[in-house]
């Protein structure tokens, strides 16, 4: 049951959600929000310039917590974050993809979880991998303390970027790097992991949709990781970095490229995620059909 919401309460937590052409998959992520038992939210949707009924399909929803902006221009992805996290009213910001799920304990369960530890910047959760209308398919796996988290970060950090929830002010401080393209989060991390504390709830608190692995784009976020790992190789002066990293990424883009290409992708998938424990697909059948009953109203 979710908290009531008082003319007066201020928002806690501001939801960034960037959007292109997103219709079909809008409305049910739209409506997960709805059933969050943590109630002083807002969402801060902005639209990328979509070509579809995007914009429409949001507007439709009555709820006075959900803001949308539409400039008609595409300015991709980490721009539009950086945008939201400028009109950000909340004291803590979450992500959320256009096509997510949450569960309707996600922002209580971060909520809670920053309150008692002040000295963590940023916590994610697990994630729920599936796919066409809700089938569930695995577990995206997190680590939990920052030092699992941040053990290995010339390979990539284990937190999904669409559980984030940190405080305002450390995304402030931190803005999303607008020329790195399709890596923005792990390049965020890379830069700001030494001076930062990260933890990750073990818990699946959303859906995280994956209908289909394109090569090109997991392979432009490892040639954009890799010119990340360079750029930070050579500020620090520490060329381990970089031929670590450099040679992992080559390495996993080799084995995305061997999976797709003979289309083996449930390889790929089996690589990056985890089995479902056990009651986790009942779960998430029963916030699928929350969030898609919502999404018809």
């Known amino acids: 049951m979710a908290e009531p919401v008082r003319a007066n309460d201020a928002p806690l937590v501001s939801v960034a959600m960037a959007t ?5 998959t809008l409305p049910a992520a739209v409506a997960s929000l709805l059933m969050q038992t943590h109630a002083r939210w807002e969402l801060i949707m902005i639209d990328d310039g979509s070509s579809d009924g995007s914009v429409q399909a949001v507007r439709r929803f009555s709820d006075p917590r959900i803001r949308v902006l539409a400039d008609g221009a595409h300015r ?12 950000a009213q909340g004291e803590l910001l979450a992500r959320m993809d256009q096509d997510d799920i949450c569960y309707p304990e996600r922002f209580a369960r971060q909520v809670a979880f920053l309150q008692a530890n002040p000295a963590v910047n940023l916590v994610g959760s697990a994630a729920l991998v599936f796919e066409g209308e809700g089938r569930p398919v695995g577990l995206l796996r997190v680590r ?3 030092a699992d988290i941040c053990a290995r970060p010339w390979a990539g950090f284990y937190l999904p970027h669409p559980t984030w929830m940190g ?5 402030r401080a931190n803005p999303y790097n607008e020329r790195n393209i399709r890596s923005e989060d792990q390049e965020l991390l890379l830069r700001a992991h030494e001076t930062s504390r990260f933890a990750a709830l073990p818990e699946p608190l959303l859906g995280y949709r994956q209908d289909r692995i394109e090569l090109r784009k997991v392979l432009h976020s490892r040639y954009s990781f890799s010119r990340a790992l360079l750029r930070r190789s050579a500020a620090r002066r520490a060329p381990a970095l ?4 450099v040679g992992g990424q080559l390495a996993k883009a080799a084995f995305d490229t061997l999976a797709i290409s003979t289309g083996t992708q449930r390889r ?11 009651g986790a697909a009942e779960r998430w ?8 009953a919502g999404a018809e109203r």
Do not use: I, K, M, Y
């Not at 970089?242 to 990293?245: C, V």
């Not at 059948?285 to 898609?292: G, L």
């Open 20 to 24: 292109l052409n997103a219709e079909r």
């Open 76 to 87: 991709g992805l980490a721009a539009r974050l950086n945008q939201a996290v400028g009109l």
């Open 144 to 146: 939990e303390n920052h």
């Open 167 to 171: 405080r305002s002010a450390w995304f």
């Open 242 to 245: 970089a031929l670590r990293g």
């Open 268 to 278: 790929l998938l089996a690589h990056r995620a985890r089995p479902l424990p056990s």
């Open 285 to 292: 059948r029963d916030v699928w059909r929350q969030a898609a």
